[in-house]
């Protein structure tokens, strides 16, 4: 069974460059290297062969996957979403109640999620023990370390 994953207009649309990209340059790329590789002769004992075979199996292999996640993609209409709980898209704000650190996050799908930007995966540990609360809810998250209350303090678009 397929997973429907939800992106946003921006993130499908550098899943669909990828795969252009994949499929207009990478592809013929890797064909052109099989062909130059079997010129060499024969093929039983071609390394270089194997590799530009071995390459393009790999190649194919991405491209299908991407092309699944494509199929499955759905795009998120900010304009319906509700900012009283954290919802895919939210911005969120949360306080560690142990050390009082304060973090900004937004939650976004698998593809695009990004620490260094400050986004995180819906299913993320942190992204999964924050979908659904509200502004004040103390959210109790399992991380490698233990557990960790975060305190809502914002939410927003």
Known sequence: MSKISYYTAEGLKKLKEELNQLKDVERPKASNAIAEARDKGDLSENAEYDAAKEAQGMLEMRISKL???LSNARVIDESQLDNSKVL?????KIKNQLNGMEMDYTLVADGEADLAS???SVNSPIGKGLLGKSVGDVAQINVPSGVINF?????SR
């Open 88 to 92: 895919v898209l939210s911005k969120v």
């Open 118 to 120: 400050g986004k995180i």
């Open 67 to 69: 092309e699944e996640t």
């Open 151 to 155: 305190e809502i303090i914002e939410i």
